[in-house]
Each structure stands twice: as structure tokens, then as C-alpha cells.
């Protein structure tokens, strides 16, 4: 089998190894797309799982089951490594990365003070002095404020 020696930035526009607008693909996408793919072998686990718990049942050899053992351990143990690392890795920097997913920008939390309780990076906080009256709105005592105000006199 012949091997590649072309470097990662030369590869050609149409190979599995390139974005939608040929450009090669960043060294953290190869690296998270080699993570998730790490992490979704836990399918594999299970049916390492299965097959020592059938081996078991049926009466199977001492050395394979600790050959089963084995193997998941060691391989729990790389998916963990794994999960820490992606977490440590963070996530896509590439906001339209095709390879797999990347952090989602929430289109409805665009605009500023949308929300009354939530902070916003866009809008600066206003102290108590800087906050601008409104006259859409009267104050009343306690007693008056629980009944409905009308603002047309009332005739007697």
C-alpha cells in the first residue's frame, strides 16, 4: 500500500478531506472529529460487555474472559481520557463547521434587553440616577393600586 507524503494544505479540491469551499480543514476540527469519534465507541463497549456476560454463562475459559476484561477496561478508560480531553479542547471554534456540531448562536437573544432578567453583554447596565422617567405610567398608595384606575372623571 502506497503512502501519501503530500502535505495537509495540497490536498485536492474535491477530497473527503476538505470543507465546502476547499479549503483543508483546521488541525481542532481533525482533533474534535478524532474525539467523537473515540467517545462513540462505547457501542463497542456494550458488546464487549454482552460477550463476556454470554462467555460467562455458558462456562467460557478463564483467560478469555479476562482477555474480555480487559479489553473494556482499557477501553472505558480511553473514553474517559477522551471526554476530558474534548472537554479540556472546548467547543468548535468554526462557527459553520460541517464536521460536527458547533456552538449555535440563539437568533431570538440578539437583541438587547429583550429578556427584563437577564444580562446582556450589548447593554450597558443603567444605574438608578441615568434611568430615563416614564410618564406612560402613574403611582398610586397601596390601598388604590389594588382596584382598576380609569383616567376619565367620574360623574356623580
Known amino acids: 500500500m502506497r503512502r501519501m507524503t503530500r502535505p495537509e494544505n495540497t490536498l485536492n479540491p474535491g477530497s473527503k478531506a476538505t470543507i465546502t469551499n476547499n ?18 465507541s462505547q457501542e463497542r463497549a ?3 460487555r454482552d460477550s463476556r456476560r454470554d462467555m460467562k454463562e455458558k462456562g467460557g475459559k478463564d483467560y478469555l474472559l479476562f482477555c474480555f476484561e480487559y479489553d473494556l477496561s ?4 480511553k473514553i474517559d481520557h477522551t471526554e476530558v480531553s474534548l472537554e479540556r479542547l472546548g467547543p468548535c471554534p468554526i462557527i459553520n463547521c460541517t464536521r460536527h ?7 431570538e437573544m440578539e437583541e438587547s434587553g429583550q429578556y427584563a ?3 446582556s453583554p450589548k447593554a450597558p447596565t443603567l444605574s438608578p440616577s441615568k434611568l430615563t422617567p416614564n410618564n406612560d405610567f402613574k403611582l398610586f398608595s397601596p390601598k388604590k393600586a389594588v ?3 380609569s383616567e376619565e372623571p367620574q360623574t356623580v
Open 117 to 119: 432578567n437577564t444580562i
Open 101 to 107: 456540531q458547533a456552538p449555535i448562536k440563539d437568533v
Open 147 to 149: 382596584k382598576p384606575q
Open 23 to 40: 479549503y483543508p480543514i483546521p488541525k481542532i476540527v481533525k482533533k474534535i472529529t478524532y474525539y467523537e469519534k473515540i467517545i462513540d
Open 46 to 48: 456494550q458488546k464487549c
Open 74 to 77: 482499557k477501553l472505558l478508560e
